[in-house]
């Protein structure tokens, strides 16, 4: 079974933004399993994003999900997951206005505010 990996905000984990989103994924991908980031196993990893790379570095992930936040940015870890998935020539999709689309990009981060570092899309 091939599986698409969901990168997204940790701030939007378990909010109703998340649920509708994984509807949306696994609606648009009916044969594939959804790997979501935001599990305990995950969570309570002494580095969280070494697990998620590690979760992208297995052969049955073979394409990634991505949605923004705040003013159509993405947090630091998300960006890293995009940037990994494009590195290794894995397909990356992005959530925008209820739809997945490609997403070819190359993105650039900014400084968003005092405490973290975004990329805006």
Known sequence: MRIV?????MLDYNTEKERKELEL???W???KLVFNPNRRSIQQAKKPM???FDVLKDPSVDSLVFS??????ISLGVYAEIR???????PVYIIQNGRIMSFKKTLNLIKHSKNRDWAKI
């Open 25 to 27: 994924i696994e609606t």
């Open 84 to 90: 990994y998935a494009q590195k290794h020539n894995m």
């Open 50 to 52: 070494q697990a998620c």
């Open 5 to 9: 990996y969901f990168a997204h905000c």
């Open 68 to 73: 923004t936040s705040l003013q159509n940015t």
């Open 29 to 31: 991908i009916s044969y």
